[in-house]
């Protein structure tokens, strides 16, 4: 059994060095007639070497082949070179899915669209921003800054800051803003809420450098009907950002009573739950960020894992030690921060809190910068941090 053209790049090549039974040469030869030759393609070398040139594979497919087959000649997988032969295909940990099956070859070439740059002129690059004019040239965060827990109003901050140099924004508003977690305050004036929003939220645009992201952790208001996710993306595409994306982050909380709002078995007006909250992910002038490949923290599982937009990840479990009724978790951010900066990147957090941003920002090489309003929580926010080696 031999292959006698050159196959080129058209294959991913794996060789077993093991001795090769006869029962499992015609195991082999079975195998080949039930896989398609454009999927995988078998050669023999001698008596101790198998080489497999692989393309395509549904690996649950095959290793039931593999199980009946060996069955069949009555011959245990263990000792078998189709074990290791498994054991290698397994490992390989770059490859594409396409309905159910590993791609091993090509499958990070983006498919080709015929005459793609006349269609990207006619139907306009990214239309709604069209009309950006962001400066191109970024700057450097003073040092006065850097890895500072700051207290004070976000507005009022931020504008001692010089244009274009946050490389990103991660943060998550509070649903109080404007009266504060700490204050016995009561009550939103949503119209207030979001203009003082956005009045922040101008600044951290102007801060971040171009082809630097903004990440807004955020929920609807269910209750009271306000798609505030919407509202916050609408701002932001307003403002000429380019959407990135959406991750919904599926916290799995099914505390929520199915009664407390709206009608019970009734058309009339039910209430819709939401277990899950939202990262809406923006973009300054440019998808595409700056970094040294050697400050690339995330490794190929959590790239493949972390793109799929949708994360399972529990709640916050220590709110009640850091006093503080709406944190996120810390896998949240290192999440958001592996797959969106580089190491040595400035993260900014306008809405710090007791610091979640900045902790997992300082664990994992990168520059910070957080401010938030309340005092007290400042003071937890640095305490947390120097407990970090």
Partial sequence: MAILEPLGNKFRKIEVVKQ???????????????????????EIDGNSKLILYLRVLDIRKFKETVNDLLHHYDLNLEDSVLSTLISK?????????????????????????SQRKSKIRQRGSIFYTEEGSFLRKNNNVPDQFVN?????????????????CIDIVLTSPPYNFGLGYDTSEDGVDWKRYF????????ECIRVLKFGGRIIVNIQPLFS???????LVSNFFISRKLIWKGEIMWEKHNYNCKYTAWG?????????LKYTWEFLEIFCKGSLGKEGSTKNIDIIG????????????????????????????PEELVRRALKLFSYKNDVVLDPFNGVGTTTLVAKKLGRRYVGIDVSEEYCRIAKKRLMEVL
């Fill in 20 to 42: 090769i039974r006869a029962e499992e040469l015609e195991i082999i030869k079975e195998i080949g007639k039930k896989f398609s030759t454009d999927a995988l393609l078998f």
């Fill in 195 to 202: 203009e003082g929003l956005y009045a922040i939220f101008e």
């Fill in 148 to 164: 500072r827990i700051l207290q004070g109003n976000s507005l009022n901050v931020l504008k001692s800051f010089p244009s274009n």
């Fill in 263 to 271: 009608s019970w078995k009734s058309p009339s007006s039910p209430y």
């Fill in 301 to 328: 599982d959590e790239f493949k894992k972390w793109v799929y937009a949708k994360w399972d990840i529990s709640p916050e479990r220590q709110m009640k030690k850091y006093g503080h009724p709406a944190m996120f």
């Fill in 89 to 113: 295909i397994e490992s390989i940990g770059s490859y594409g899915i396409k309905g159910g099956k590993r791609i091993f070859v090509d499958y990070n070439i983006e498919r080709k669209v």
């Fill in 224 to 230: 009271d009907y306000i798609p505030s996710h919407h």
